[in-house]
C-alpha cells in the first residue's frame, strides 16, 4: 500500500474527524478510502448509464417483460 499526503483547512479536518468518531470509521484513511471507492462507483454507473443512453431503443419494459425475467431466473434456479 502506498501513502498519500494531503493537506485539508481546519474546518475540512474538523469535518472528517466527526466522521470517523460518528460513523465508526477507525481512521481517517479508512473514511478517505471509501470516499474514493464511491466516487470510482459512481464513475462507474455514469458511464453505464451513458452507454445505455447512447444504445439503440429496445422493446419497452413493462409487467409482461418483468414476468418473463423472473420466469427465466425461476428456470435456471430450479
Request: aromatic share 6%; hydrophobic share 35%; no cysteine.
Amino acid at each position: 500500500m502506498t501513502t498519500m499526503n494531503v493537506s485539508l483547512p481546519d474546518g475540512l479536518k474538523s469535518f472528517v474527524d466527526e466522521q470517523v468518531a460518528t460513523r465508526g470509521y477507525s481512521t481517517s484513511s479508512e473514511y478517505v478510502r471509501e470516499l474514493i471507492r464511491n466516487d470510482q462507483e459512481r464513475e462507474r454507473l455514469r458511464g453505464l448509464l451513458l452507454d445505455g443512453a447512447a444504445s439503440a431503443p429496445t422493446a419497452p419494459v413493462d409487467d409482461a417483460y418483468f414476468d418473463t425475467l423472473r420466469r427465466r431466473v425461476r428456470q435456471r434456479q430450479a
